[in-house]
């Protein structure tokens, strides 16, 4: 439910330099989930580090400290807690950190503190995932049995122990492109945006809107530059790409998927935008990507134009499509659907965003 894997990989990164070793995102998959004491020691046998575990963990240790007030939730954690929460869905946060970290983490989360009726930290247990004690603990705590409760994770460790424990998982993997390795799970989504609780007999969310999803808006703006020519090209759909070199963190940020709002240009004006953000999985992209498709009907490229986008609601997750036919289809759903709900004033209010008159 938060967003420390970025932080992990912006402290070691930092870190690993000192050592005259480059960090590798590749690698990322073996400390997610893990203790503190193991992420360490995969962490110094990846890189042959001439060191100890204890002496990374010493070592890294204050940094992280003063990082964890940066730490981010996961889209759609905070409204997931505050649903839960609201509807007297008893909530525990069991984690392989120790207790200490994980109440300093989410210190800095309003309100997250007193929805838990519990927290358990690794230090707590005398395993930690994936063994099944925490969650065994838990449940415990709870007084319920393990078969009555529901765990979401985002790392393969937890996944093992909520299984092990007698628990419904669903996983929501912190990892791009690792869905493949959850398949123990229930169910797998690609973000917290996507849970849909009344599937496991919780209270349903009752925020959807016409297909669409409120989000808290988020901004982002600069020249546009040439796609892969797809768009246009092999789907008849003319996407007005930007640069993601300025938007790493961004992108990290907010999950794959479709989502719509407003897009201006500088010298042409505020149109209706339906983008999507990721791998694209029908072409296999090797890096997340965000292409905005303006609704409207242009006479020329605008390459190079200050392009600057309001994003508003979310639509659906990525998804992979057996056919090229039906990938057009659902892009063009997406389109209708976002059109229709520009209109509605919880969103076309957003029309008249500040950010959007910088370039007009």
């Known amino acids: 439910i938060l967003f420390p894997d970025c932080i992990v990989s912006d402290v070691l990164r930092v870190y690993l330099v000192k050592h005259g070793k480059q960090w590798d995102g590749r690698r990322a998959h073996r400390i997610v989930g893990k203790t503190p004491y193991e992420a360490a020691t995969a962490v110094v046998e990846d890189y042959k580090l001439p060191i100890s575990a204890d002496v990374l ?3 890294t240790s204050p940094i992280f400290s003063d990082q964890w007030c940066n730490i981010k939730a996961q889209p759609g954690a905070n409204r997931l807690i505050k649903h839960l929460n609201g509807n007297g869905v008893p909530l525990v946060l069991a984690s392989n950190s120790p207790k200490a970290n994980i109440e300093t983490k989410i210190s800095h989360q309003q309100g997250w503190i007193e929805s838990f009726s519990f927290i358990i930290g690794g230090d707590e247990v005398k395993s930690g995932k994936p063994s099944p004690e925490i969650y065994i603990e838990a ?8 078969s009555s409760c529901l765990v979401i994770e985002d790392s393969l460790p937890g996944v093992v122990a909520g299984k092990e424990a007698g628990m419904t998982v669903v996983a929501v993997p912190s990892l791009p492109k690792q869905s493949q390795h959850f398949t123990s799970a229930d169910e797998v989504i690609n973000s917290l945006l996507d849970f849909q609780p009344d599937k496991w007999g919780l209270p349903a969310f009752e925020d959807w809107v016409e297909g669409t999803l409120p989000i808290e808006p988020w901004y982002i703006g600069g ?3 040439k796609g892969f020519g797809r768009g246009s090209k092999v789907l008849g759909i003319p996407t007005a790409n930007l640069s993601t070199e300025d ?4 992108l990290s940020d907010h999950p794959s998927g479709v989502y719509f709002g407003w897009a201006s240009l500088a010298t042409q004006g505020v149109y209706k935008m339906v983008m999507s953000i990721g791998w694209n999985p029908y072409f296999n992209n090797a890096e997340k990507t965000i292409e905005p498709w303006l609704l409207h009907d242009f006479n020329e490229d605008f390459y190079g134009e200050d392009l600057h986008l309001v994003i ?4 659906r997750p990525e998804a992979n499509f057996p056919s090229l036919e039906t990938l057009i289809a659902k892009i063009y759903e997406d389109r209708e ?7 509605l004033p919880l969103y076309s209010k957003y029309k008249e965003d500040s ?6």
């Open 139 to 146: 449940a415990k705590r709870l007084k319920m049995d393990p």
């Open 223 to 225: 020249p546009v530059i």
């Open 337 to 343: 659907i976002a059109e229709k709900a520009l209109d």
């Open 57 to 59: 963990l010493s070592e």
């Open 247 to 250: 938007y790493s963190h961004l």
């Open 312 to 315: 508003v609601g979310y639509i």
């Open 355 to 360: 950010y959007l008159k910088k370039t007009v």
